[in-house]
């Protein structure tokens, strides 16, 4: 029906880069009205993001290993210590720096991938989204610039 092909689509159009392919040889009714419903709302979606100044952007949520929540003992709130990645000290560094840093992080982590070292990999991924999360926090930001931040999408200049 009409009405569980536009459910359906709209479970890509959650993503801001979600896209949807129809196949089929002629295009039927509930075709024709996902269509139409999906440009409508569409429509609806931008011009409201227009008035509001809003930038869509996707939600990143972190990644945890359930075995860490298992074992872990009950978080205690302290100051935040001096960061090491890899062996390096983050805080004070200069912007330009960490950007190397980080770079240099995330091809290690490729790498790790590709050899197979997944453990590796996801320790680097998990380094990588701390010191995203680090710069978010220290940069005057919009929160959607700060979103793509953390999803490694861009980085502040």
């Keep these: 029906s009409g009405t569980a092909l ?7 159009a959650r993503n801001v880069h979600g896209k949807v392919i129809m196949y089929a040889d002629k295009q039927t009714d509930a075709m024709r009205y996902t269509l139409d419903e999906t440009n409508r709302r569409r429509v609806k979606q931008m011009k409201y993001n227009q008035e509001h100044n809003i930038e869509p952007a996707s ?6 290993d359930i075995t860490s929540r298992l074992s872990a003992p009950a978080m ?5 210590g001096e960061y090491r ?7 004070g560094m200069p912007l330009s720096e960490l950007k190397r840093l980080m770079s240099e992080m995330e091809k290690e982590m490729k790498q790790a991938a590709k050899d197979l ?5 996801a320790a680097l991924r998990d380094q990588l989204y ?5 710069m978010a926090e ?6 959607w610039k700060k ?3 953390l999803s490694g999408e861009e980085l502040p200049e």
């Design 6 to 12: 536009v459910q359906t689509v709209g479970r890509a």
């Design 59 to 64: 939600i990143v949520k972190a990644i945890h």
């Design 76 to 80: 205690v709130s302290e100051e935040r």
């Design 85 to 91: 990645a890899g062996g390096k000290t983050v805080a």
């Design 117 to 121: 070292e997944f453990e590796k990999a």
């Design 130 to 134: 701390e010191l995203r999360a680090m």
């Design 138 to 143: 220290e940069t005057d930001v919009s929160p």
């Design 147 to 149: 979103v793509r931040l």
